[in-house]
């Protein structure tokens, strides 16, 4: 049994609130791997972080993925197929946010994607470089400005892009940000992304 101590500082700790830049580390994102030729796992839910398709009745239902891959075109990722939400994606492109030399560094740094450390906040989108410096990233402020159509739509991953998902369900005004980075693709075969909320969205 935990001390008394313990528990206290532990308590303490959570209700610390984090300020938005500790929220663009690593440990907030996953890897997930889309395999064209698997009925469940062609798909992904952003909201659940798993599978988006599921058996239900006899069918696979995909009314909780917002994206495939190679499922309604080969090689190709996919959205706006549900019909109870609207999808747009942005391509970000292959941005990364260089590193900043420092005689006291004891490895060699080098550049990360911008997906690292992407938020929005009051101000827009913005990214967290060398320092804890915030930049703002006004090419993804664009995605905030198109309408949600309804419809599919594809388009070619390419390894190394980053890409912002905006999702909103129907009868609702919420939207919902997603990132992802695509790291590996098999042609038409399997599309691994890392992926993450995007904080302050």
Not at 17 to 36: C, I, K, M, N, W
Not at 49 to 56: H, N, Q, S
Request: include cysteine; proline fraction near 5%.
């Amino acid at each position: 049994m935990r001390s008394l101590g313990a528990c206290l500082l532990a308590c303490s700790l959570a209700l610390v609130p984090r300020d938005h830049r500790d929220d663009q580390v690593g440990e907030a994102s996953a890897v997930v791997t889309l395999y064209a030729h698997d009925d469940l796992l062609s798909s992904f839910d952003f909201r659940g972080g798993g599978a988006g398709g599921r058996l239900v009745d006899g069918e696979v239902h995909l009314d909780r993925a917002q994206i495939a891959y190679g499922l309604f075109a080969p090689g190709l990722v996919s959205f706006g197929f549900s019909l109870d939400e609207r999808v747009e994606v942005m391509d970000l492109g292959p941005v990364v946010v260089r590193p900043e030399a420092r005689a006291r560094d004891r490895t060699e740094e080098f550049p990360i994607s911008v997906f690292h450390t992407l938020f929005r906040d009051h101000n827009g989108f913005a990214f967290v470089g060398p320092g804890n410096d915030v930049d703002p990233f006004d090419p993804a402020d664009r995605i905030m400005n198109v309408v949600l159509s309804p419809g599919v739509r594809h388009f070619e991953p390419v390894i190394g892009h980053t890409y912002v998902l905006r999702v909103r369900r129907n009868g609702t005004s919420k939207d919902e940000l997603f990132k992802f980075l695509v790291v590996d693709i098999v042609a038409e075969q399997s599309l691994t992304i890392r992926w993450a909320r995007v904080p302050g969205g």
